[in-house]
Structures are given as structure tokens and as C-alpha cells.
């Protein structure tokens, strides 16, 4: 029964599948109950004002209005951020953006609601706001927040390994070029949704959909004044985040409607248009990059200035800019590098977290300058990057030494065997009339976890219950990518046990135990690492009790099967159930921590320190361009990943396509537009996102080299992929057109434009040729 | 959304008698794909008193031909459209431009009308109410356009008068090259006008207690080969940048007939007369119907940001015509 492999490695159906799909399954916004109210805000809709007054004298008089919030009834610092205390609950001197909440309404049905929140008025004086990073940097540009030490730096991070200024000198070959990124929306299908209430016992209960319960608790209490021990988050699955939902959204208000309620439940649910209004966004960059080589192909020297969007509020934008910063170089050995990032306050939308967290940013500028290098020195584009890709042992460009698994190269070489690669030519030569056709491809990287300074810590439970069922007690969220089904899957292969006849106990901040933010690609590798050694225990423990039951001599031989232990030697059997008699409550649970390794004494190189574990991938992109229209259409894609080993190919592959859907979005079509703080793309029918039908047929394949420090060799595989795709495209429209365009997303309006004045700038060269 | 009385019309005649009643208090709700979106986005200074459900009427949702005249009520559904043999064989086009309309669970709500009476997309004048709108614009009386300074990449490039939002209506594109006129119904009996002249810049040609009843296409003689082309951000669900419908009949390789209409390019559906002009009579090859390309675009005046949409427009037109 027993193998080394009972459920490792194998596509088994995800835990939360037939629950989702039968529609059984309870997110945040289904939450409803008896006598509750709603809870909504009137929202700024202005993007910088000092605030002078609020009137809400006549939504207080609404019937079905039972009370009307403004700041004066925060009795914590109204402040939160996780890293800056920069944002209000409710705005109090000043408005930051659009998005700001100005009053909070709690009623009986939403038609009170919708009128009330009519009703109110504020007063203010507008001030002329700032909407470019790189404007908000002069010494004269308006302040966000005037009593921000550095005016509107958020945070700004140098970077500096071997001797840049000397090394470009040393170049056969040097390239500069400008890129910039277009602001992202995550695009959720579940807006930010929950439900609040005070228990008997006087705690405050928020069932939301959150990616960090444990760390909004430190939010929530002294912004609205509550003792943490107090406050208790639940925490469904959620319907989606990628990052959005990394920190507060609604937590904060829905706390303070519960202490306005008059014990009543209170339920808050975003629209669509709120949610693109006030939730965080993929910060929009703009990136300087000078890139020096010698003649052969080996990079030598890399400067860049990156300035990132954070609109009006730090969230976690300086550390989204941090972690670009670190990744600027891509996945090369770059020994001089000169990097200088800066993330400042605009009167924008607030940039935040996002799937790859920077890393898409600097992935979309690099790897398009390795592609203008290798024009520029004759040489392939595969080749180049296979000359400079990192192995292990190597120093990466920011100077860490790379010890632990390194399957960059590995993914080039899967790469360049797979018959996209090598029919690349061939497809090309068959394009219709007035298309045109180019391949492309990228390299990237992507740091795992927590930077040194913050302890990347999960505490894993595991328990047999007393109906003899495994359950395992997941601390980090599952917002839909199956991390939860994943668990299950690693304690099931340590116990022998199919994950349908196990329990899960999703986030709660009262029954699971602190495992840190289901983010940074860290998720499953953290807490697996914990699991595997909680349930090793467990498993041990299990043998241990039965022992004298079936008058064994040796724990090490029994096994496990499904349901039941086995003692071979005797054949004899006892159900779970059975074996669950002889723990004591407290026997019955096991837990386990695990600390991700960092790089040790090199917290001076970067803000935070630098990242010891890495993922790789390198992607292939098949884009036709409509020359006539401007149109790139992509065809084909290849996605060769190195997340160490995959535990559940499905889920794994389900990872690399989402991502690569998203990415191609962000390369294609995705611009969240904000015009002096009005929103031009506020809802679906104007912010356009790739449907299925716009996705080409995509090959996922892992390299899985095996990593040593992982929880059955994996390493994070939930933001990789991406960092493909957009400078992919951007190199395959190269490759079809021979245009660079220097502002993404690449829309048929942008590559027409390009297309034109390339073919003015032929034809007056033929003319001046006679 | 607010709360609106709600009334199930049962004829036309009641329908137009509530609408004066209601004196422009009252819109129709026929799909309501488009008009419940702007009854949520409150985008409108004024909001309705009334809706009046018209899906209630009986007898309105017809496709049909009579004497080679083809007839199609104002409530028969997109769907219906798409999926009709009558339609697939003689009026491709207006298939074509169905099929084109969003996603098969919106074209089983949608309606001939309703496609044609929708109100524009133009994003400063749907600008939602709770997220800092309505926004004032001349469209809704009051204040310059918006889009003439702002950001206008999907604006009008051609006919455009103080309001610049294009006709979103795919179907309209199709129907004038069709040559249809549409038939209007009043308190006092109905009008027919042609479908060219329904759309002006700053609306259409309804009066305010009038409703569209359908549309007729007249006889089509000969084989006529048809094509509606839709460009777009995203293929799938997604609004015309530019939207060319052509009809043409060719004999022998030579032109003898020939409409093409241009969409989403201007308030209303724009004819190519010059570009039809060029192309009668003449055998059709590359260089005619480039000619009839840069004519049909002659009158263009783009914005600050759009003159990509003309580059656009001339592919769709020689596209349409060649392939
Ligand atoms: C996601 C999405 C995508 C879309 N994509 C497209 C697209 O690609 N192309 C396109 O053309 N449209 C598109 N639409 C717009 C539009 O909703 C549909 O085209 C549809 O045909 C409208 O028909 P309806 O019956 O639902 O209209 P309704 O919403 O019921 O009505 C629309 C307007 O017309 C008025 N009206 C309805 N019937 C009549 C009548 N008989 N006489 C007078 N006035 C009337 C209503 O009062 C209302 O103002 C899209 C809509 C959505 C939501
Ligand atoms: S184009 Fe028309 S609808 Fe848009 S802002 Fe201008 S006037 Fe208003």
C-alpha cells in the first residue's frame, strides 16, 4: 500500500473543486444572516482637497439610515499601512485620491444606503495635484503628504556590486533605453467583500476576504482603537486577489460599523467601480536603463533608475519597488551593476502588491535591452541569454551568491530543444498578405518569500480527530490558486491518506496559527515545510499509541493506509478512529514551525537585505501583427518553468496558464487610465482583460530540479510566470515588425503609430537615395 | 440604482401614450443590457420616473420577408439574428454585426432596438455617478466636450459636431449598407425614415413619446456578397473601434453595385458615396479599392489621439471589399 509516492507528483482532483462548481462553497460575500445591516461609503471621487467640512445632517435623517460615520468617530489613530501609518479609514485634513472614504453609512437595505450616501456633501478646497512620479520628484511638485519626512519618496533604494561608473569604460558595446508600464488592475472576480459582528464575548468578528488575516489584526486595533487580543478574522476562500487583497481593503470599516451597529451584524460588499476605484494597482514604471557588454556577448555592466507610481498612499509600493530593484538585471551575472529606484507619492491610485510584485516591471525592460543588445552585437537572442543566465554558484547581480537550486540555464536549454523554437523560422516564412510574424522570448526570476529582515515564518497544525480523520489547519489563505487542496496533498502523502477523506480548516485567526501572507510566492513552501515535520510527527505519534495495542516491538513497522494503520508483521489493522482513542485531547494535535533561510550578512546590500532562493523561467511567444491595423495577435506560447518539483501538476499548471493569461493581458491590452484622477477605465466594459478566447494555446513545462530546502523539492510557483510574457511580446513584435514600443501595453493603435513612421523614415530614406 | 415605477406595456399605442404621459420621465426597457447599466451607473443627470417594459408586447420580436421586403421588429433578439437561415442567406452583413454584439448570453437579451437606440460609450459621459460623476458635458447640456481636450483615442473622426461620442451599434452599420430605413411609431401613427438619418451628434431622431417599431431592408437583387468587419481592443466582447459594413455585386470581376457604410467612426453610420462612386462600374482590383480606401476616408478630421482609427478604417475598407 505504502509507496514513496502515494499522492506526490500526481494530478489529483483540488480539494475545493466540486464545492466551488457546485456552488456550495461560502466566500466572504455570502455571508448573511438575521437583522443585519449594510455598511457602504461615500467615496472621495476627487483626487487631491483639503478637507473642510462634512455634511451628513441630511443621510442621518434618511429612514433606514442608522448611523452616518465620519472621522471624528474613529477613536483609534484612523491611521493603518503596514509599513507607513499613511492612510485613513475615513479621510480627516485631506483627500489623497479618488478612492478616498469620506464618511461611512450603516442602514437597514441598500436603498437607504444608495440615498444616503447621495446625500452627503463635503466641503473643500481643491489643490492642484501630481500625477508623474518622476514630476513629484522636483523640489517645487505639490505634496501628497505634507508631513511626510521626505516629501513625496515613499522609499528610495540604491543598489551598487563591483565598480559600474569604470566598468561601462570596459565595454565593447553600451545601450540605453526607456520603458515604461501601464498601471494594472488585479480584476478579481470577487470584489472585496465581508461581514463583522461582535460576539458574546465582546470580540470583534470579520469574516473577509483578506490575504493576511494574522497582520490586519496589528492593522485594525490602533487604527480604530481595539485591543488586537480582541479582534478575530475568518477568512474564506477567496474568489481571487493577487495581491489586492494584501492588507486592508474593507477591514477597517467593517470594524467600525460593528461598533456602530448597535450589536447588529453589518455586511460590506464592493461593486465593481468601487473595487477598480479604491484598491491597490500594479505600480505603472518608468525605467532608464543603460547596458554594457563586451563583444562576445558577456554582460558587464548594467546602471538603471526605475520610478514607480505608488499613488497616495506607501502601502506596500517601496517594497514592490525594493524587490524590483533586486531584480532589475533578470536572471543574468551582471558583476557592475548601478541600480537607483524610487517609489513616490502621486495623487493616483494607490499602488500596491500584485502578482510578481515588481519583478514584472523590471522583467519588461531587461530582457527587452537583452534583446536590443543582441541586434546591436549580432548575436541570437537565445544565445546571449544562455551566456549570461545564472547557474548555481554563481553571483547574481546583486551580489548574492546562488547556493541553492538554479534551473535558469536548464529552462533555456528546454527551450531551445522544443519544436517552437526550432519551427520558429518556419512559421515565420508562412504569414499571409500583409501580416507579419515574430518569435519571442524572456528570461526571468523570482526571489521567494520574505527579505531577511522579516522573518519568513509558518506554524503548521495538524491534527487526528476523534472520528479518526486527518485535519489539517491551514494559517495562510487560499485565494483560489489551491494552496489549501495542496496541503492536503502533502499531508496526505506523508499519512497515507486521500485528501477527500481529510478535513481543512481555512484561516482563522482563533483556531489556525499564524503562518504569515499568502503572498511572495512563499505560501506552499513555507507552511509545507512546517506541515511535512507537524504530520511526520503525528504520524510517528500514531504508531507510538498503538504499539502496545498490537504488541509491536518497533514503531518503524507499521504503516499507513488510508483510514487505518497496518503492522505488516502480524497483518494486523487498526482504524484511525480506533488509534484516535488512545490520544489525550492535546496529543491530538501537532504543530510545527519552519523559517525560510535567508542570505545572512548581507542586509546592507538592499533595503530589507537580499533573497537567498529563486524560480526561473524562460518563455516563448508565437505574435502575428496585422501590419495594415496594427494588430498583434499572439499565437502560440511556451512557458519553461524551474519551481523545483511539482507536487500536483494540475495545480501547478494551472499557475503557469493564469499567469501567462494575465501577463498577456498586461502585454496587450491592460491600461488602468486615470486622467488627473478620473478614472477612464472604471469598470469591465472599459478596463479590457483577456477572455478565454483571446488565449492561444499554451505548453507548460517544469524543469523540476529539485530543491534541497523545499518541501518535497518545490520552490513557489504562483508568480514566475508573470514576468514572461509582456517583454516576450514586446521582443516578438520586434522580431515581426522591427518596432520597439516604448509604453506598454502594445495596443494595435501603438503599433499602427509605430508602423507608419517606420515606413515615412524608408521611404524618405529610398527618396534621399534617389 | 434608484427605485422607478415599473409598467409592462401591452401594444405600441400604449407604449407611445405612456411616454407622453410621462413626458420624457420615461425610458423603454426592452433587453435592458444596455439600459440597465445606465440606470446603475447613474451616469445621467436626470433618472427615469417610469420604465416601461416593451418586452411585453406581442408580435414585435418578427424577422420576416414580405414581398422581398425584409422585416425585423424592434424586439426580435440578436440571438434570433445570428441563428436565422433567412437572414444567413440573403443579409450576411447584418448576421455578420449580430454576431458581433458582445457575448451569446447578451445577444439572447439584446434586441434589434435596443442595439440601435443604446446610448454612447463615451467615457467621460458614462462616467459613474459613485465614483466621483456624473460628469458634466455638453452631450447632457451643459459644459464643453470633454473629449475634444481629454483623451479621445476612441472618439469620432469624422462628422463629429460639439459632441464627439460615435454610434456604438453594430447592427446600424450593417442596416445602412443594407439601405434599410427604420420605422418609427408616435401617438399619431408611424413614420418610416431611412436608417442612414437616425443618429445625429447629439442623439437621434426619436421624439420623445416615439419608439422604434423594426426596421426594413428592400429587395435585394442579385447576388450581393456582404461583410461587416469589426475591429476591436479585444476580439471577444468588446465595443467597434471601427466597424466597415459593404454590400456589393460584382459581375464578371466588374462592380455594378456597391454600399459601404462606416461605424463607430462618427455620431452616426457613415456612407462611402465617394468610395461607392469610384468603385461602380470599374473591375475591382487592388488599386481601385485603395483608391475607394483613401475617398471613403477623405472627409476624416481626427482628434488629438485618433488618427490611428482612420489607418484602421481604410483596411476594413478594402478588406470588406476584397475578400
Ligand atoms: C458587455 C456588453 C458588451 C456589449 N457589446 C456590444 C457590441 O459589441 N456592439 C453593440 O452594438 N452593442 C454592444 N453592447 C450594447 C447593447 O447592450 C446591446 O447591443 C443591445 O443590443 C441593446 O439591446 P437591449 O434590447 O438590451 O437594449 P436596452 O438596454 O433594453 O435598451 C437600450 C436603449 O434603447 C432604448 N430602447 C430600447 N428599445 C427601444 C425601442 N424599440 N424604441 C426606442 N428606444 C428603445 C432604451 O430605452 C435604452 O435607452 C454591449 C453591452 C454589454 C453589456
Ligand atoms: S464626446 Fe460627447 S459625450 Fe463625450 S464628453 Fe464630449 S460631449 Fe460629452
Redesign the interface.
Same mark, same amino acid.
Given at each position: 500500500m505504502h509507496s514513496e509516492k502515494y499522492l506526490l507528483g500526481k494530478t489529483i482532483p483540488r480539494f475545493d473543486a466540486v464545492t466551488k462548481v457546485t456552488g456550495r462553497e461560502r466566500y466572504a460575500a455570502d455571508y448573511y444572516g438575521d437583522d443585519f445591516l449594510w455598511a457602504g461609503v461615500k467615496?472621495?471621487?476627487?483626487p487631491h482637497a483639503r478637507l473642510k467640512g462634512i455634511d451628513i445632517a441630511i443621510a442621518k435623517n434618511i429612514p433606514g439610515v442608522v448611523a452616518v460615520l465620519t472621522h471624528e468617530d474613529v477613536k483609534g489613530t484612523n491611521r493603518y499601512g503596514i509599513i507607513r501609518k499613511d492612510e485613513p479609514v475615513l479621510a480627516d485634513s485631506k483627500i489623497h485620491h479618488? &478612492?478616498d472614504a469620506v464618511a461611512l453609512v450603516l442602514a437597514e437595505d441598500k436603498?437607504a444606503l %444608495?440615498?444616503a450616501?447621495?446625500s452627503i456633501t463635503f466641503d473643500y478646497e481643491l489643490l492642484p495635484g501630481v500625477f508623474d512620479p518622476e514630476e513629484a520628484l522636483k523640489e517645487t511638485a505639490i505634496k501628497v503628504h505634507e508631513d511626510s519626512p521626505e516629501g513625496n519618496i515613499i522609499r528610495y533604494v540604491p543598489v551598487e556590486t563591483g565598480t559600474p561608473e569604470s566598468a561601462f569604460n570596459e565595454c565593447d558595446t553600451v545601450i540605453e533605453a526607456v520603458f515604461e508600464v501601464s498601471r494594472q488592475e488585479h480584476a478579481y472576480l470577487e470584489t472585496e467583500a465581508g461581514w463583522a459582528y461582535f460576539d458574546k464575548t465582546g470580540q470583534l468578528v470579520i469574516v473577509v476576504a483578506t490575504q493576511t488575516p494574522f497582520r490586519d489584526r496589528f492593522e485594525i486595533a490602533p487604527a480604530l482603537g481595539l485591543d488586537m487580543e480582541k479582534i478575530r478574522l475568518i477568512v474564506p476562500y477567496l474568489g481571487g486577489a493577487f495581491g489586492g487583497k494584501d492588507g486592508i481593503t474593507l477591514q477597517c470599516l467593517l470594524g467600525l460599523a460593528a461598533l456602530h451597529s448597535g450589536g447588529r451584524p453589518v455586511k460590506m460588499w464592493w461593486?465593481r467601480?468601487?473595487s477598480?476605484?479604491a484598491s491597490v494597482k500594479r505600480l505603472p514604471a518608468r525605467m532608464y536603463y543603460r547596458l554594457g557588454a563586451k563583444n562576445d556577448g558577456t554582460l558587464h555592466a548594467l546602471e538603471c533608475r526605475l520610478y514607480f507610481d505608488g499613488g497616495a498612499y506607501a502601502s506596500l509600493g517601496g517594497e514592490v519597488m525594493t524587490l524590483a530593484a533586486e531584480h532589475a538585471g533578470s536572471a543574468y551575472r551582471i558583476p557592475h551593476v548601478s541600480i537607483k529606484g524610487w517609489c513616490v507619492y502621486t495623487n493616483n491610485p494607490i499602488g500596491g502588491p500584485f502578482r510578481g510584485f515588481g519583478v514584472p516591471q523590471v522583467t519588461a525592460a531587461m530582457e527587452q535591452m537583452v534583446d536590443i543588445l543582441a541586434l546591436k552585437i549580432r548575436m541570437d537572442p537565445l544565445e546571449i541569454r544562455r551566456k549570461n543566465i545564472v547557474r548555481q554558484g554563481d553571483t547574481n547581480c546583486v551580489g548574492v551568491t546562488l547556493t541553492h537550486s538554479t534551473g535558469a540555464e536548464e529552462c533555456l536549454r528546454v527551450l531551445s530543444e522544443h519544436p517552437l523554437w526550432r519551427g520558429k523560422d518556419t512559421w515565420k516564412k508562412s504569414a499571409a498578405p500583409f501580416k507579419t510574424r515574430g518569435v519571442g522570448i524572456a528570461c526571468m526570476a523570482h526571489a521567494m518569500g520574505y527579505p531577511p529582515i522579516v522573518p519568513d515564518v509558518a506554524n503548521a497544525k495538524i491534527e487526528l480527530t476523534e472520528e479518526g480523520k486527518i485535519r489539517v489547519y491551514a494559517g495562510v489563505v487560499d485565494m483560489g490558486q489551491g494552496n489549501a487542496s495542496t496541503y492536503l496533498q502533502m499531508a496526505g502523502e506523508i499519512l497515507s491518506q486521500d485528501i477527500t477523506g481529510m478535513e481543512l480548516v481555512l484561516p482563522d485567526t482563533e483556531r489556525t496559527l499564524p503562518s504569515g501572507s499568502s503572498s511572495a510566492s512563499r505560501t506552499t513552501y513555507t507552511y509545507g515545510n512546517a506541515l511535512i515535520k507537524a504530520a511526520n510527527t503525528l504520524k510517528m505519534r500514531i504508531f507510538e499509541k498503538i504499539l502496545p495495542l498490537i504488541q509491536g516491538s518497533d514503531v518503524n513497522e507499521f504503516i499507513l493506509a488510508p483510514d487505518r494503520v497496518i503492522h505488516p508483521p502480524t497483518g494486523k489493522e487498526v482504524s484511525l478512529k480506533e488509534a484516535s482513542r488512545f490520544f489525550s485531547e492535546s496529543e491530538r494535535v501537532c504543530t510545527d514551525t519552519f523559517i525560510m533561510p535567508v542570505v545572512e550578512g548581507m542586509n546592507d546590500v538592499i533595503y530589507m537585505g537580499p533573497h537567498l532562493i529563486y524560480s526561473y523561467g524562460a518563455h516563448l511567444v508565437y505574435v502575428e501583427i496585422?501590419r495594415?491595423?496594427?494588430?498583434a495577435e499572439v499565437k502560440d506560447y511556451l512557458a519553461v518553468t524551474d519551481a523545483g518539483r511539482v507536487i500536483n501538476p494540475q495545480v501547478f499548471e494551472q499557475q503557469i496558464q493564469g499567469a501567462i493569461a494575465q501577463g498577456l493581458g498586461y502585454a496587450l491590452?491592460e491600461d488602468y487610465?486615470v486622467?488627473e &484622477?478620473?478614472?477612464? *477605465?472604471?469598470?469591465l466594459?472599459?478596463y479590457?482583460i483577456? *477572455?478565454s478566447?483571446?488565449i492561444p494555446e499554451m505548453t507548460s513545462i517544469p524543469v523540476e530540479t529539485f530543491e534541497e530546502s523545499g518541501p518535497f523539492g518545490m520552490k513557489g510557483a504562483g508568480e514566475i510566470a508573470m514576468s514572461g510574457p509582456l517583454p516576450a511580446v514586446a521582443n516578438a513584435i520586434y522580431d515581426a515588425c522591427g518596432i520597439r514600443i516604448p509604453r506598454s501595453p502594445f *495596443?494595435?493603435?501603438k503599433i499602427?503609430?509605430a508602423l507608419?513612421k517606420l515606413s515615412a523614415i524608408i521611404f524618405a530614406f529610398f527618396i534621399s537615395k534617389g | 440604482? %434608484?427605485?422607478f415605477t415599473h409598467i409592462n406595456a401591452g401594444t405600441v399605442h400604449e407604449t407611445c401614450a405612456l411616454l407622453s404621459k410621462y413626458n420624457g420621465k420615461a425610458v423603454l426597457n426592452a433587453g435592458g443590457t444596455d439600459l440597465l447599466?445606465t440606470l446603475k451607473?447613474e451616469h445621467l443627470f436626470d433618472y427615469p420616473e417610469a420604465v416601461i417594459n416593451t418586452k411585453t408586447i406581442s408580435g414585435l420580436d418578427y424577422i420576416r420577408e414580405d414581398g422581398g421586403v425584409l422585416e425585423i421588429g424592434a424586439l426580435a433578439k440578436l440571438s434570433e439574428i445570428v441563428k436565422s437561415p433567412l437572414l444567413k442567406k440573403n443579409y450576411m452583413a447584418l448576421v455578420e454585426a449580430a454576431r458581433s454584439v458582445a457575448t451569446p448570453q447578451i445577444r439572447n437579451a439584446a434586441t434589434m432596438g435596443g442595439n440601435l437606440c443604446q446610448d454612447v460609450?463615451c467615457?467621460?459621459y458614462r462616467?459613474?455617478?459613485?465614483?466621483? &460623476?456624473p460628469?458634466r458635458c455638453l452631450r447632457k447640456g451643459s459644459g464643453p466636450c470633454l473629449a475634444v481636450k481629454?483623451?479621445n483615442?476612441y472618439h469620432a473622426i469624422m462628422g463629429g459636431r460639439r459632441c464627439f461620442a460615435v454610434c456604438p451599434s453594430d447592427t446600424a452599420v450593417a442596416l445602412v449598407a443594407l439601405d434599410a430605413q427604420i420605422t418609427i411609431a408616435g401617438p399619431k401613427g408611424e413614420r418610416k425614415i431611412a436608417m442612414i438619418d437616425f443618429y445625429s451628434p447629439l442623439g437621434n431622431a426619436l421624439k420623445k413619446d416615439e419608439m422604434v417599431t423594426g426596421i426594413t431592408v428592400p429587395r435585394i437583387t442579385g447576388p450581393m456578397k456582404q461583410r461587416y468587419l469589426k475591429?476591436a481592443?479585444?476580439?471577444?466582447?468588446?465595443?467597434a473601434?471601427v466597424g466597415v459594413a459593404s454590400v456589393i455585386a460584382i459581375e464578371e470581376g466588374v462592380c455594378t453595385d456597391v454600399r459601404i457604410a462606416l461605424g463607430a467612426v462618427a455620431p452616426g453610420v457613415v456612407r462611402a458615396r465617394r468610395a461607392e462612386e469610384t468603385l461602380r462600374g470599374c473591375y475591382i482590383n487592388e488599386d481601385i479599392v485603395s483608391q475607394a480606401a483613401e475617398e471613403a476616408l477623405a472627409g476624416a478630421r481626427p482628434l488629438s489621439m485618433n488618427a490611428?482609427k482612420v489607418?484602421?478604417t481604410k483596411?476594413?475598407v478594402?478588406r470588406a471589399i476584397l475578400i
Amino acid at each position: 500500500m505504502h509507496s514513496e509516492k502515494y499522492l506526490l507528483g500526481k494530478t489529483i482532483p483540488r480539494f475545493d473543486a466540486v464545492t466551488k462548481v457546485t456552488g456550495r462553497e461560502r466566500y466572504a460575500a455570502d455571508y448573511y444572516g438575521d437583522d443585519f445591516l449594510w455598511a457602504g461609503v461615500k467615496r472621495a471621487g476627487i483626487p487631491h482637497a483639503r478637507l473642510k467640512g462634512i455634511d451628513i445632517a441630511i443621510a442621518k435623517n434618511i429612514p433606514g439610515v442608522v448611523a452616518v460615520l465620519t472621522h471624528e468617530d474613529v477613536k483609534g489613530t484612523n491611521r493603518y499601512g503596514i509599513i507607513r501609518k499613511d492612510e485613513p479609514v475615513l479621510a480627516d485634513s485631506k483627500i489623497h485620491h479618488c &478612492g478616498d472614504a469620506v464618511a461611512l453609512v450603516l442602514a437597514e437595505d441598500k436603498e437607504a444606503l %444608495r440615498c444616503a450616501i447621495e446625500s452627503i456633501t463635503f466641503d473643500y478646497e481643491l489643490l492642484p495635484g501630481v500625477f508623474d512620479p518622476e514630476e513629484a520628484l522636483k523640489e517645487t511638485a505639490i505634496k501628497v503628504h505634507e508631513d511626510s519626512p521626505e516629501g513625496n519618496i515613499i522609499r528610495y533604494v540604491p543598489v551598487e556590486t563591483g565598480t559600474p561608473e569604470s566598468a561601462f569604460n570596459e565595454c565593447d558595446t553600451v545601450i540605453e533605453a526607456v520603458f515604461e508600464v501601464s498601471r494594472q488592475e488585479h480584476a478579481y472576480l470577487e470584489t472585496e467583500a465581508g461581514w463583522a459582528y461582535f460576539d458574546k464575548t465582546g470580540q470583534l468578528v470579520i469574516v473577509v476576504a483578506t490575504q493576511t488575516p494574522f497582520r490586519d489584526r496589528f492593522e485594525i486595533a490602533p487604527a480604530l482603537g481595539l485591543d488586537m487580543e480582541k479582534i478575530r478574522l475568518i477568512v474564506p476562500y477567496l474568489g481571487g486577489a493577487f495581491g489586492g487583497k494584501d492588507g486592508i481593503t474593507l477591514q477597517c470599516l467593517l470594524g467600525l460599523a460593528a461598533l456602530h451597529s448597535g450589536g447588529r451584524p453589518v455586511k460590506m460588499w464592493w461593486g465593481r467601480e468601487e473595487s477598480f476605484l479604491a484598491s491597490v494597482k500594479r505600480l505603472p514604471a518608468r525605467m532608464y536603463y543603460r547596458l554594457g557588454a563586451k563583444n562576445d556577448g558577456t554582460l558587464h555592466a548594467l546602471e538603471c533608475r526605475l520610478y514607480f507610481d505608488g499613488g497616495a498612499y506607501a502601502s506596500l509600493g517601496g517594497e514592490v519597488m525594493t524587490l524590483a530593484a533586486e531584480h532589475a538585471g533578470s536572471a543574468y551575472r551582471i558583476p557592475h551593476v548601478s541600480i537607483k529606484g524610487w517609489c513616490v507619492y502621486t495623487n493616483n491610485p494607490i499602488g500596491g502588491p500584485f502578482r510578481g510584485f515588481g519583478v514584472p516591471q523590471v522583467t519588461a525592460a531587461m530582457e527587452q535591452m537583452v534583446d536590443i543588445l543582441a541586434l546591436k552585437i549580432r548575436m541570437d537572442p537565445l544565445e546571449i541569454r544562455r551566456k549570461n543566465i545564472v547557474r548555481q554558484g554563481d553571483t547574481n547581480c546583486v551580489g548574492v551568491t546562488l547556493t541553492h537550486s538554479t534551473g535558469a540555464e536548464e529552462c533555456l536549454r528546454v527551450l531551445s530543444e522544443h519544436p517552437l523554437w526550432r519551427g520558429k523560422d518556419t512559421w515565420k516564412k508562412s504569414a499571409a498578405p500583409f501580416k507579419t510574424r515574430g518569435v519571442g522570448i524572456a528570461c526571468m526570476a523570482h526571489a521567494m518569500g520574505y527579505p531577511p529582515i522579516v522573518p519568513d515564518v509558518a506554524n503548521a497544525k495538524i491534527e487526528l480527530t476523534e472520528e479518526g480523520k486527518i485535519r489539517v489547519y491551514a494559517g495562510v489563505v487560499d485565494m483560489g490558486q489551491g494552496n489549501a487542496s495542496t496541503y492536503l496533498q502533502m499531508a496526505g502523502e506523508i499519512l497515507s491518506q486521500d485528501i477527500t477523506g481529510m478535513e481543512l480548516v481555512l484561516p482563522d485567526t482563533e483556531r489556525t496559527l499564524p503562518s504569515g501572507s499568502s503572498s511572495a510566492s512563499r505560501t506552499t513552501y513555507t507552511y509545507g515545510n512546517a506541515l511535512i515535520k507537524a504530520a511526520n510527527t503525528l504520524k510517528m505519534r500514531i504508531f507510538e499509541k498503538i504499539l502496545p495495542l498490537i504488541q509491536g516491538s518497533d514503531v518503524n513497522e507499521f504503516i499507513l493506509a488510508p483510514d487505518r494503520v497496518i503492522h505488516p508483521p502480524t497483518g494486523k489493522e487498526v482504524s484511525l478512529k480506533e488509534a484516535s482513542r488512545f490520544f489525550s485531547e492535546s496529543e491530538r494535535v501537532c504543530t510545527d514551525t519552519f523559517i525560510m533561510p535567508v542570505v545572512e550578512g548581507m542586509n546592507d546590500v538592499i533595503y530589507m537585505g537580499p533573497h537567498l532562493i529563486y524560480s526561473y523561467g524562460a518563455h516563448l511567444v508565437y505574435v502575428e501583427i496585422d501590419r495594415l491595423t496594427g494588430e498583434a495577435e499572439v499565437k502560440d506560447y511556451l512557458a519553461v518553468t524551474d519551481a523545483g518539483r511539482v507536487i500536483n501538476p494540475q495545480v501547478f499548471e494551472q499557475q503557469i496558464q493564469g499567469a501567462i493569461a494575465q501577463g498577456l493581458g498586461y502585454a496587450l491590452y491592460e491600461d488602468y487610465m486615470v486622467d488627473e &484622477g478620473v478614472h477612464l *477605465t472604471p469598470d469591465l466594459a472599459t478596463y479590457i482583460i483577456p *477572455t478565454s478566447m483571446d488565449i492561444p494555446e499554451m505548453t507548460s513545462i517544469p524543469v523540476e530540479t529539485f530543491e534541497e530546502s523545499g518541501p518535497f523539492g518545490m520552490k513557489g510557483a504562483g508568480e514566475i510566470a508573470m514576468s514572461g510574457p509582456l517583454p516576450a511580446v514586446a521582443n516578438a513584435i520586434y522580431d515581426a515588425c522591427g518596432i520597439r514600443i516604448p509604453r506598454s501595453p502594445f *495596443t494595435a493603435e501603438k503599433i499602427l503609430k509605430a508602423l507608419c513612421k517606420l515606413s515615412a523614415i524608408i521611404f524618405a530614406f529610398f527618396i534621399s537615395k534617389g | 440604482m %434608484r427605485s422607478f415605477t415599473h409598467i409592462n406595456a401591452g401594444t405600441v399605442h400604449e407604449t407611445c401614450a405612456l411616454l407622453s404621459k410621462y413626458n420624457g420621465k420615461a425610458v423603454l426597457n426592452a433587453g435592458g443590457t444596455d439600459l440597465l447599466s445606465t440606470l446603475k451607473g447613474e451616469h445621467l443627470f436626470d433618472y427615469p420616473e417610469a420604465v416601461i417594459n416593451t418586452k411585453t408586447i406581442s408580435g414585435l420580436d418578427y424577422i420576416r420577408e414580405d414581398g422581398g421586403v425584409l422585416e425585423i421588429g424592434a424586439l426580435a433578439k440578436l440571438s434570433e439574428i445570428v441563428k436565422s437561415p433567412l437572414l444567413k442567406k440573403n443579409y450576411m452583413a447584418l448576421v455578420e454585426a449580430a454576431r458581433s454584439v458582445a457575448t451569446p448570453q447578451i445577444r439572447n437579451a439584446a434586441t434589434m432596438g435596443g442595439n440601435l437606440c443604446q446610448d454612447v460609450r463615451c467615457w467621460y459621459y458614462r462616467y459613474p455617478r459613485h465614483i466621483g &460623476g456624473p460628469i458634466r458635458c455638453l452631450r447632457k447640456g451643459s459644459g464643453p466636450c470633454l473629449a475634444v481636450k481629454g483623451d479621445n483615442r476612441y472618439h469620432a473622426i469624422m462628422g463629429g459636431r460639439r459632441c464627439f461620442a460615435v454610434c456604438p451599434s453594430d447592427t446600424a452599420v450593417a442596416l445602412v449598407a443594407l439601405d434599410a430605413q427604420i420605422t418609427i411609431a408616435g401617438p399619431k401613427g408611424e413614420r418610416k425614415i431611412a436608417m442612414i438619418d437616425f443618429y445625429s451628434p447629439l442623439g437621434n431622431a426619436l421624439k420623445k413619446d416615439e419608439m422604434v417599431t423594426g426596421i426594413t431592408v428592400p429587395r435585394i437583387t442579385g447576388p450581393m456578397k456582404q461583410r461587416y468587419l469589426k475591429f476591436a481592443l479585444r476580439k471577444p466582447v468588446d465595443f467597434a473601434i471601427v466597424g466597415v459594413a459593404s454590400v456589393i455585386a460584382i459581375e464578371e470581376g466588374v462592380c455594378t453595385d456597391v454600399r459601404i457604410a462606416l461605424g463607430a467612426v462618427a455620431p452616426g453610420v457613415v456612407r462611402a458615396r465617394r468610395a461607392e462612386e469610384t468603385l461602380r462600374g470599374c473591375y475591382i482590383n487592388e488599386d481601385i479599392v485603395s483608391q475607394a480606401a483613401e475617398e471613403a476616408l477623405a472627409g476624416a478630421r481626427p482628434l488629438s489621439m485618433n488618427a490611428y482609427k482612420v489607418e484602421i478604417t481604410k483596411t476594413l475598407v478594402k478588406r470588406a471589399i476584397l475578400i
